[in-house]
C-alpha cells in the first residue's frame, strides 16, 4: 500500500510490523512549479539517488516500511539539518532562523543546493528567506517527522528499531566528490559515522551480507552518513541508523539514467539482505 503526500510516499504497512524502517530521501524527481532554477529538469536530477526507492520496494511486501521524499534533491536535502542554510544563496546574505552550517555551502550542497556536481550554478537568483521557509515547511519538516514517527512507533512496539537510510552513489566522485575527482567507489559503502549510529554488530551484519554475495564494501569510506542517520539514532536505547549506498553503476546508466539488466540482480540482491535482517532483529527482538 502506498499513500502519497505533497513531499512524500509512504509504502508498505501502517503500522509497523517488523523492527526494520527504511527510507529514501534523494529518489525523488516530482518537480515543484515555485523551483525557479536556470538549468533543465534533466540536469536539476544531477544529485539524485535514481530508482533507490524501486530497488528496496519489494521490503513492503515483507511487512517494512518504506519513506521516499517525492521532490528532488536539489530542491531541498532532506538528509540535511533544517538550519544548514547556504547564506550564499539567499537574498541579503543572512538567515533569521536557526542557523547549523556543515560545511557543505562551501561546495554548494547545504540545505537548498547552489550548485551541480560539476560547479554550474542552479540558479541565476538570490532564494528569498520566506521562499526557504515555505520549502522547509512543506517538504523537509514532513520528511523528518514522517521518519521520526516511525522509528518511534517501531520502537515502542519492539522495543528496539534498526533503519536502514537508503542511497545511491556515482561510479567515479565528480569534480566536487568525496576523496577527490574521479575516485573509484566500491560496490556498496556502509555509514555508521563511525560506529556512533548503530552497534557496530549490525554494520558488520550488513557488510559480511552484502559481501557474502560478491560485493565490494567499504564502511565509512568514503561515506560516513549524514543527519538522517545522526539525528534519530541512540544505540544505547537500542535504535540502530545505518547509511547504506550503492553504486549506481551496478543498475543503471548514468548518463542516461535510464535502468540497465543489473537492476532486477540488485532488487533481488536486496531483498535477500531485507529478508536476513528481518531474522537478525527478530532474533534481538525474542524474548529469552
Given at each position: 500500500?502506498?499513500?502519497?503526500?505533497?513531499?512524500?510516499?509512504l509504502?508498505g504497512?501502517?503500522?509497523?510490523?517488523?523492527?526494520?524502517?527504511?527510507?529514501?530521501?534523494?529518489?525523488?524527481?516530482?518537480?515543484?512549479?515555485?523551483?525557479?532554477?536556470?538549468?533543465?529538469e534533466?540536469?536539476?536530477r544531477?544529485?539524485?539517488?535514481?530508482?533507490?526507492?524501486?530497488?528496496?520496494?519489494?521490503?513492503?511486501?515483507?511487512?517494512?516500511?518504506?519513506?521516499?521524499?517525492?521532490?528532488?534533491?536539489?530542491?531541498?536535502?532532506?538528509?540535511?539539518?533544517?538550519?544548514?542554510?547556504?547564506?550564499?544563496?539567499?537574498e541579503?546574505?543572512?538567515?533569521?532562523?536557526?542557523?547549523?552550517p556543515?560545511?557543505?555551502a562551501?561546495?554548494?550542497?547545504?540545505?537548498i543546493?547552489r550548485?551541480?556536481?560539476?560547479?554550474?550554478?542552479i540558479?541565476?537568483?538570490?532564494?528569498?528567506?520566506?521562499?526557504?521557509?515555505?520549502?522547509?515547511e512543506?517538504?523537509?519538516?514532513?520528511y523528518?517527522?514522517?521518519?521520526?514517527e516511525r522509528?518511534?512507533?517501531?520502537?515502542?512496539?519492539?522495543?528496539a528499531s534498526?533503519?536502514?537510510?537508503?542511497?545511491?552513489?556515482?561510479?567515479?566522485?565528480?569534480?566536487?566528490?568525496?576523496?577527490?575527482?574521479?575516485?573509484?567507489?566500491?560496490?556498496?559503502?556502509?555509514?555508521?559515522?563511525?560506529?556512533?549510529?548503530c552497534?557496530?554488530?549490525?554494520?558488520?551484519f550488513?557488510?559480511?551480507?552484502?559481501?557474502?554475495?560478491?560485493?565490494?564494501?567499504?564502511?565509512?569510506?568514503?561515506?560516513?552518513?549524514?543527519?538522517?542517520?545522526r539525528?534519530?539514532?541512540?544505540?544505547?536505547?537500542?535504535?540502530?541508523?545505518?547509511q547504506?549506498?550503492?553504486?549506481?553503476?551496478?543498475?543503471?546508466?548514468?548518463?542516461?539514467?535510464?535502468?540497465?539488466?543489473?537492476?532486477?540482480?540488485?532488487?533481488?540482491?536486496?531483498?535477500?539482505?531485507?529478508?536476513a535482517?528481518?531474522?537478525y532483529?527478530?532474533?534481538?527482538?525474542?524474548?529469552?
Open positions: 500500500m502506498s499513500r502519497d503526500t505533497l513531499s512524500l510516499s509504502h504497512p501502517v503500522e509497523p510490523r517488523t523492527p526494520l524502517v527504511l527510507d529514501s530521501p534523494h529518489s525523488g524527481f516530482d518537480f515543484p512549479a515555485d523551483f525557479g532554477a536556470a538549468v533543465s534533466f540536469e536539476l544531477d544529485g539524485e539517488d535514481c530508482f533507490v526507492d524501486e530497488l528496496w520496494m519489494p521490503a513492503t511486501e515483507r511487512g517494512v516500511g518504506l519513506i521516499a521524499a517525492r521532490a528532488p534533491r536539489t530542491y531541498i536535502d532532506c538528509n540535511r539539518h533544517a538550519g544548514d542554510i547556504d547564506l550564499a544563496l539567499v541579503g546574505g543572512r538567515w533569521p532562523g536557526e542557523h547549523v556543515s560545511g557543505k562551501r561546495l554548494g550542497k547545504a540545505l543546493w550548485t551541480l556536481d560539476d560547479g554550474r550554478a540558479y541565476e537568483r538570490k532564494l528569498g528567506i520566506d521562499e526557504v521557509r515555505r520549502r522547509i512543506h517538504y523537509h519538516r514532513p523528518h517527522r514522517a521518519l521520526r522509528i518511534e512507533t517501531t520502537h515502542a512496539r519492539f522495543g534498526w533503519h536502514i537510510d537508503c542511497h545511491s552513489m556515482n561510479a567515479v566522485a565528480g569534480a566536487q566528490g568525496e576523496g577527490g575527482a574521479g575516485t573509484p567507489r566500491a560496490d556498496v559503502v556502509l555509514g555508521d559515522r563511525d560506529g556512533t549510529t552497534d557496530t554488530a549490525f554494520t558488520e550488513v557488510r559480511a551480507h552484502l559481501s557474502g554475495l560478491g560485493y565490494d564494501v567499504r564502511v565509512n569510506d568514503p561515506y560516513k552518513g549524514v543527519e538522517l542517520v539525528a534519530y539514532s541512540n544505540p544505547a536505547a537500542r535504535r540502530m541508523s545505518l547504506l549506498e550503492v553504486n549506481k553503476r551496478l543498475y543503471m546508466d548514468e548518463a542516461t539514467r535510464e535502468k540497465t539488466a543489473g537492476f532486477a540482480t540488485l532488487r533481488r540482491n536486496l531483498a535477500t539482505l531485507v529478508d535482517l528481518l531474522d532483529t527478530a532474533s534481538a527482538t525474542r524474548p529469552h
